[in-house]
């Protein structure tokens, strides 16, 4: 990757949000993963006072020995294969598919050198009178996909059930160059995103960002967040949402 000569980079890491570039990536072990090596983009040591991420996002570079069995209770996960093939117990998890497990699932994962996967995982929280859902394995291109409040231009893409028993959902967003996320929007629910194509600009509480294909951005809740795509290719985005839960036991639903 081309560096700075002069120490710049987009990266920002503000106390409602942060820009993560690639530039700025740092490579180490993860816990609960084998022989495997990747970024932690968001957590909560991230909290620069008032805002503390409720949820971990990490890259994993595969390689021939790196596997994981799952995660310990009570810590669901979202595997999402961004390249290459992902092996899930015996079967093929090829680009673009994913793997949401329950808190305390156990499998094998094997992530071979070339494949690289995104993982969101957070702290399952039950709800009353729900069961916990069980593990849901799927692809982009089989998700449910809606025009966002009626825009065929920005798709968006539900990976997970909508329904209460889910915390977190997991989506993806493709913009045509020239449009927008509506307005600015200004939530309870916090957000984890990787931009998986093209390039806009973001807003994020009083600024705005040029971002681009590998970026991470981490919004705390009430961040107020608005997007446009620019350039000539769509763009399209990955993100995390926590939902569906008390607002009074849980600072997000
Ligand atoms: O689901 C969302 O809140 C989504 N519209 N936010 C975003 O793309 N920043
Ligand atoms: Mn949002």
Not at 54 to 59: A, D, G, K, T
Not at 85 to 102: Q, Y
Request: proline share 8%; glycine share 8%; with cysteine.
């Amino acid at each position: 990757m081309q560096q700075s000569p002069f120490g710049e980079t987009r990266t920002r890491v503000e106390f409602n949000h942060a820009l993560v570039a690639e530039d700025g990536h740092v490579v180490s072990p993860l816990v609960g993963w084998n022989n495997a090596e990747g970024v932690v983009l968001i957590s909560p040591a991230m909290s620069h006072g008032a805002a503390t991420p409720r949820f971990v996002q990490y890259l994993v570079n595969g390689s021939e020995a790196c596997t994981t069995t799952g995660a310990d209770a009570p810590i669901e996960r979202l595997v999402y294969v961004l390249e290459g093939d992902a092996n899930l117990d015996g079967e093929t998890l090829p680009a673009d598919s994913f793997a949401w497990f329950s808190p305390g699932d156990s499998y094998t994962l094997k992530l071979p050198a070339g494949a690289r996967a995104l993982v969101f995982e957070k702290n399952y929280e039950p709800l009353d009178g729900h069961n916990t859902p069980e593990r849901v394995v799927g692809t982009l291109a089989t998700a449910p996909k809606d025009p966002f409040l009626g825009d065929p231009e920005a798709m968006l893409a539900t990976l997970l059930p909508v329904e209460p028993s889910f915390d977190m959902a997991v989506n993806v967003f493709e913009y045509t160059p020239g449009t927008t996320l509506p307005f600015v929007e200004t939530h309870v629910m916090e957000h984890g995103l990787y931009m998986r194509s093209g390039q806009g600009v973001y807003r994020l509480g009083d600024c705005w960002y040029p971002v681009q294909q590998g970026d991470t951005i981490w919004m705390a809740s009430y961040c107020p967040q608005w997007f446009v795509a620019m350039g000539k290719e769509s763009a399209s985005y990955i993100y995390y949402k926590d939902i569906h839960r008390p607002l009074l036991t849980n600072p997000a639903s």
